[in-house]
């Protein structure tokens, strides 16, 4: 057996459309059955307030999109607490509700800055951050929810550029400490102060430790540290004193950066990139990790993190053989080949592909996840022919019609998902054929109504 990371931390933002955000008390906890069994034992969520109005602030019986994200997301804490799951929370301090953001509340944005940000140097803004979350501890308690552990992050809809907030991550770290002091009048004092280093530079790392050994030593409890895209392991830097080390592991690309991201190239498969981040939190001797998922696309990369940072299995292939046993039957060993395999769509082979699948599929058993595999395969193999065609005719346009009918599939048909936002805009991260072909299509629409209003 492996090693044992004591935190492993799913987290699973609810939002933008994804499966978190549309998924049923039953469907969330079928996932997180299945996500304890590969060894996680820490759930958590942010309470994500982009375009959504302050809530708390209203008279009557209102069920708008603010009110039925809230109850999903308290939903899903309530399923991971039934299920053992500790909780903890994901916080993003001086980001507010819309109706907050006003001209003598704003902050001053750009760059990493940016979202419904409030600027805590202006006056009773600090008051308002807290107040908020005064409410939302008060609201997990009313519905006898117990957080853990509260983990802050200082940017991705956080931060403000103005002068009396510099340095930002100081701030960040005043307001994150405020916060969780809240919580621990709520939830008692063994609730636990964590970070989450998402574009930290080495200048907020030593910043940041500087202020928390001087004015808040032995507070913070851990640090996980941002793992860049394409990388296996994080830059080692100061952590404040006593702070444990984690990684923030993101589980929802494949083995390489690029479209192979948030499903816009089907299920995210990374063995080789997610074991040797485990290899290095071990040789860190680090105590954890937060692995951030956005749904039910990176299923494989939730096995393979669990299953071996739980101790369970020693190797990601071991994972990959139990997860072909587990769910898709047959030939337990060659589904793992595949499966690494199509971690790396760049370099794959798609006829290759689709004679092993063909092959290993025939002694499988139908389900949701061999279905998902499949059409992976089915836009790897469009994308192939539609790269290597030259001129647009009909037989390329129906290839690249296959790959955003297999896509579709995937979105709708077996994720679920619903009303998709920011980073799953359909069109958002798509082969370099696909400008080419939009704007074909847009044209013959353009033309066909044309010729019908002049046939009128």
């Known amino acids: 057996m492996g090693r044992e990371l004591p935190i492993r931390e799913l987290y699973c933002p609810s939002h933008f459309g994804n499966f978190y955000e549309v998924a049923m008390s039953n469907e969330m906890r079928s996932t997180l059955e299945e996500a304890k069994f590969w060894g996680y034992n820490r759930f958590s969520d942010w309470f994500d307030t982009i375009d959504l109005y302050n809530l708390y602030d209203r008279e009557g019986n209102y069920f708008n999109m603010p009110e039925a994200m809230w109850e999903r997301k308290f939903e899903n804490f309530a399923v991971a607490a039934d299920l053992g799951y500790e909780l903890g929370l994901v916080v993003t301090p001086n980001h507010v509700f819309s109706d907050q953001v006003t001209p003598g509340t704003m902050a001053e944005t750009g760059g990493r800055y940016f979202g419904q940000l409030v600027c805590p140097a202006r006056t009773g803004v600090t008051e308002l951050i807290l107040e908020n979350y005064r409410k939302l501890f008060k609201d997990f308690a009313a519905r006898g929810l117990t957080l853990s552990s509260i983990a802050a992050g200082a940017y991705d809809y956080g931060g403000c550029a103005c002068e009396e907030c510099a340095p930002w991550i100081v701030t960040f770290g005043k307001l994150a400490k405020a916060i969780v002091e809240l919580g621990k009048e709520i939830f008692g004092n063994q609730l636990k102060a964590d970070l989450w280093a998402w574009w930290w530079t080495d200048e907020d790392h030593e910043n940041f430790s500087d202020w928390a050994d001087r004015e808040a030593p032995g507070f913070f409890s851990a640090v996980s540290n941002h793992i860049l895209y394409g990388e296996a392991q994080y830059k080692v830097r100061r952590l404040p004193a006593g702070a444990g080390e984690r990684s923030f592991t993101h589980i929802g690309y494949g083995e390489k950066p690029g479209l192979d991201v948030y499903g816009h190239y089907g299920p995210t498969i990374a063995p080789h990139r997610l074991e040797e981040t485990y290899r290095f939190l071990c040789k860190r001797d680090a105590s954890g990790f937060l692995a951030y998922s956005e749904g039910a696309f990176d299923d494989v990369n939730k096995a393979i993190m669990g299953g071996l940072a739980s101790g369970q299995f020693e190797t990601a292939h071991d994972v990959l053989e139990a997860y072909a046993g587990r769910y898709l039957g047959g030939d337990a060993q060659g589904w793992a080949t595949w499966l690494t395999d199509m971690g790396d769509v760049e370099s794959l082979d798609p006829s290759r592909s ?103």
């Open 354 to 456: 689709r004679k092993q699948f063909d092959m290993l599929a025939r002694g499988a058993k139908s389900s949701e996840r061999l279905d998902m595999f499949a059409e992976k395969l089915a836009m790897c193999e469009a994308d192939h022919t539609t790269r290597n065609a030259t001129e647009w005719t009909p037989d390329r346009i129906h290839t690249a019609e296959a790959f955003l009918a297999a896509k579709e599939q995937l979105w709708r048909g077996i994720w679920r998902r619903g009303l998709c936002r920011h980073i799953f805009r359909f069109d958002w991260r798509m082969p370099e054929w696909y400008g080419e072909y939009a704007s074909i299509v847009k044209k013959n629409r353009k033309d066909s109504a044309e010729a019908k209003l002049a046939q009128a």
